[in-house]
């Protein structure tokens, strides 16, 4: 069982920064994509971003291809997401994901296991 702790959502103006972290509660063998899903008040859940936790290599939702960066510390069993230039749109309840079940690109929601509780993210025009 792992369990995930999203934190470093808040409030910011359009142009600004924020960065997320989810922490993961055991070691993260079994997990071989680690991702940040996002949902606005009545819409989909939406893929953001994703990082092979072996590799470090990652796939980005196009919206946010070059304004957001994901990482991983694998020390830490953490993964961050780093949002620049953040734009109103952006702003909805961000989610972390453990993908324990081995998918080339795990864009889905359903491609994903384990969830923690999401933490808002609110851009200001």
């Known amino acids: 069982q792992v369990q995930l702790v999203e934190s470093g959502g808040g409030l910011v103006q359009a142009g600004g920064s924020l960065r997320l972290s989810c922490a993961a509660s055991e070691r993260t063998f079994t997990v071989y994509y680690m991702g940040w899903f996002r949902q606005a008040p009545g819409k989909e859940r939406e893929f953001v971003a994703a990082?092979?936790?072996?590799?470090?290599?990652?796939i980005y939702a196009d919206s946010v291809k070059g304004r957001f960066t994901i990482s991983r510390d694998n020390a830490k069993n953490t993964v961050y997401l780093q949002m620049n230039s953040l734009k109103p749109d952006d702003t909805a309840v961000y989610y972390c994901a453990a993908s324990t079940v081995w998918i080339a690109v795990p864009r889905r929601p359903s491609d994903y296991h384990y969830w923690g509780q999401g933490t808002q993210v609110t851009v200001s025009s």
């Open positions: 990082v092979k936790w072996s590799s470090g290599s990652t």
